[in-house]
């Protein structure tokens, strides 16, 4: 099955600073790469995905690159604000055929003042 | 507002009862999950349903039970809680294996 590292475990920038986010996976059959963002006492929230078609994909200040090569995907987060700060959940699957989604362990991202 | 709707919020439990934390959802996807998450463990998979009337296990389905009678309902039933499953619960939701999932609130429960 498909196994997913995160790193790191926890991730501290300065407001306005860029903030990167890896994940590598195992399975080089998976197609899709979401990515979650969970505030405090809330519920995980897809806030940007990848499918192994394209190389990279923008949505305003978030960025995600993915290396098929390499089977490793990041987040990039852009001019970081104190709102950002989140644990933030990679995952990886092969979609169609029954797959789950498989997380990573998350990453704490504190954007400091 | 369409998503998926956990109860209890939240709940105390007293070791050795039987709880069943309920799932609804109004999205008509097929598969439905249930996850916990637990500090620096990230989301693990308890056990899955692909469609209704199906059922799997997932990465830590030992002490949990479910069921998928409908395409909207998906609760997951602890036979005799023991205080390792203290823990928060997600139940979610993809309109097809594999493909986006959506959380609800989910379910703190402590048991003591």
């Known amino acids: 099955g498909e196994n997913v590292e995160q790193h790191p475990s926890t991730l501290s920038v300065q407001e306005g600073d860029s903030a990167v986010i890896k994940c590598t996976y195992s399975?080089?059959?998976?197609?899709?790469f979401p990515w979650y963002k969970q505030e405090l006492g809330k519920r995980p929230q897809l806030i940007i995905d990848i499918r192994s078609n394209v190389g990279e994909k923008k949505d305003q200040r978030i960025a995600v690159t993915l290396n098929k090569t390499a089977k490793h995907f990041s987040l990039h987060i852009t001019e970081t604000q104190p709102e950002d700060s989140a644990v933030y959940f990679c995952?990886?699957?092969?979609?169609?055929?029954?797959?789950?989604?498989?997380f990573g362990t998350g990453t704490q991202l504190k954007v400091e003042l | 507002i369409a998503g998926i709707t956990q109860a209890p919020t939240s709940q105390i439990l007293a070791a050795g009862r039987r709880m069943t934390l309920r799932c609804t959802q109004d999205m008509r996807h097929n598969a439905m999950y249930w996850y916990r998450q637990d500090l620096g463990l990230g989301l693990r998979l308890i056990h899955y349903?692909?469609?209704?009337?199906?059922?799997g296990k997932g990465e830590v389905p030992d002490g949990y039970s479910v069921s998928r009678a409908n395409t909207d309902d998906f609760p997951l039933t602890l036979a005799s809680a023991v205080p390792s499953q203290t823990s928060v619960y997600f139940c979610a939701s993809s309109d097809y294996p594999g493909s986006t999932i959506y959380f609800g609130e989910g379910s703190w429960l402590t048991v003591v």
């Open positions: 995952a990886a699957t092969l979609t169609g055929g029954g797959n789950k989604l498989t």
């Open positions: 399975d080089s059959a998976s197609n899709y």
């Open positions: 349903s692909n469609t209704a009337g199906t059922t």
